[in-house]
């Protein structure tokens, strides 16, 4: 089971933990982006970009077996951060959609480009799976 890292005194985040600790097998997703299965981009919105991402990471915990709660650690790349800020009210439900009600330790960085010229956004995630008890 992982486990929240909250320190005393601090200001509750909204959507990541400050932290997690975790034992067990180690999942680690390579940069997933907004691409389908075929690599082949949909579309050029964001908000989509970033359903489909979150929907690649979640196909690779699966195939790991691991789902979303096994999550410790989310990182974003995106090629605009202000989009990103402006957007938040329709990234929130996207990312509850696919993710759910779960919320590992997440970092997120604007970077200058992504190696696939459509890309706007791309996650990597690191899961763990709790040993059997």
């Given at each position: 089971?992982?486990?929240?890292?909250?320190?005393?005194?601090?200001?509750?985040?909204?959507?990541?933990?400050?932290?997690?600790?975790?034992?067990?097998?180690?999942?680690?997703?390579?940069?997933?982006?907004?691409?389908?299965?075929?690599?082949?981009?949909?579309?050029?919105?964001?908000?989509?970009?970033?359903?489909?991402?979150?929907?690649?990471?979640?196909?690779?915990?699966?195939?790991?077996?691991?789902?979303?709660?096994?999550?410790?650690?989310?990182?974003?790349?995106?090629?605009?951060r202000v989009e990103y800020n402006a957007r938040l009210k329709e990234l929130g439900p996207v990312y509850r959609?696919?993710?759910?009600?779960?919320?590992?330790?997440?970092?997120c960085v604007q970077v200058a480009a992504l190696m696939e010229d459509r890309a706007k956004v791309e996650i990597?995630?690191?899961?763990?799976?709790?040993?059997?008890?």
């Amino acid at each position: 089971m992982n486990q929240s890292l909250q320190p005393e005194g601090w200001t509750a985040p909204k959507g990541y933990a400050n932290g997690v600790a975790a034992r067990g097998t180690q999942i680690y997703v390579g940069g997933q982006i907004g691409w389908n299965a075929q690599q082949q981009f949909e579309t050029d919105d964001f908000i989509e970009q970033c359903r489909q991402t979150l929907q690649n990471v979640v196909a690779v915990l699966k195939a790991g077996g691991a789902g979303p709660e096994h999550m410790v650690r989310m990182t974003w790349y995106v090629i605009d951060r202000v989009e990103y800020n402006a957007r938040l009210k329709e990234l929130g439900p996207v990312y509850r959609d696919v993710i759910g009600r779960h919320f590992p330790a997440m970092t997120c960085v604007q970077v200058a480009a992504l190696m696939e010229d459509r890309a706007k956004v791309e996650i990597e995630v690191t899961a763990v799976v709790p040993d059997a008890a």
